[in-house]
Structures are given as structure tokens and as C-alpha cells.
């Protein structure tokens, strides 16, 4: 069986190539104009930096409050109050 990752992976690829494509015979295949990327662009950077810094740095999984709840055991912390 062929794993999500590749089936998106592929999906892009091949979306990529047909935008190319479409480049290259001068068609638009988005009509938007340079500003309005830019700032799609921009508000795309921060929301995945935004949203990858906080599920990194937070306690926000399962997992994440195992570890969590182990640190806290241990006194491995490194402070006197806690996490």
C-alpha cells in the first residue's frame, strides 16, 4: 500500500509541473497580482512559523505531557517552580 506521504508528495509534483506549464504558454493560473502574493506569502511564513513554534515549545500532545509529568517527577525542571 502506497503511504499518504508519497500520494501528497506526487499530488504536488504533478501540480507543480501543470502550473509550469501553464507558465510557460502564458496563462495565468492564478489570478492574482504580485501584491496579493506577497502578502499571501507573508501571511502563509508567519502562520506555519507561528503554529510550528508553539506545538514545539508547549506541552500539547499526549506525549508532550508524559514528558511533561516525568520532568516534573524527576525535578529535571531546572527551576524551583515548575514548568
Same mark, same amino acid.
Given at each position: 500500500?502506497?503511504?499518504?506521504?508519497?500520494?501528497?508528495? &506526487?499530488?504536488?509534483?504533478?501540480?507543480?509541473?501543470? @502550473?509550469?506549464?501553464?507558465?510557460?504558454?502564458? $496563462?495565468?493560473?492564478?489570478? +492574482?497580482?504580485?501584491?496579493?502574493?506577497?502578502?499571501?506569502?507573508?501571511?502563509?511564513?508567519?502562520?506555519? &512559523?507561528?503554529?510550528?513554534?508553539?506545538?514545539?515549545? @508547549?506541552?500539547?500532545?499526549?506525549?508532550?505531557? $508524559?514528558?511533561?509529568?516525568? +520532568?516534573?517527577?524527576?525535578?529535571?525542571?531546572?527551576?524551583?517552580?515548575?514548568?
Amino acid at each position: 500500500m502506497v503511504d499518504k506521504g508519497t500520494v501528497v508528495r &506526487t499530488a504536488a509534483l504533478l501540480l507543480a509541473l501543470v @502550473n509550469q506549464c501553464l507558465v510557460m504558454f502564458g $496563462k495565468s493560473p492564478l489570478p +492574482i497580482d504580485s501584491e496579493m502574493l506577497e502578502q499571501v506569502m507573508s501571511f502563509s511564513f508567519l502562520a506555519v &512559523t507561528s503554529i510550528s513554534a508553539w506545538f514545539k515549545n @508547549n506541552y500539547v500532545t499526549k506525549t508532550g505531557l $508524559k514528558q511533561k509529568e516525568a +520532568i516534573l517527577e524527576k525535578g529535571l525542571n531546572g527551576r524551583n517552580g515548575g514548568i
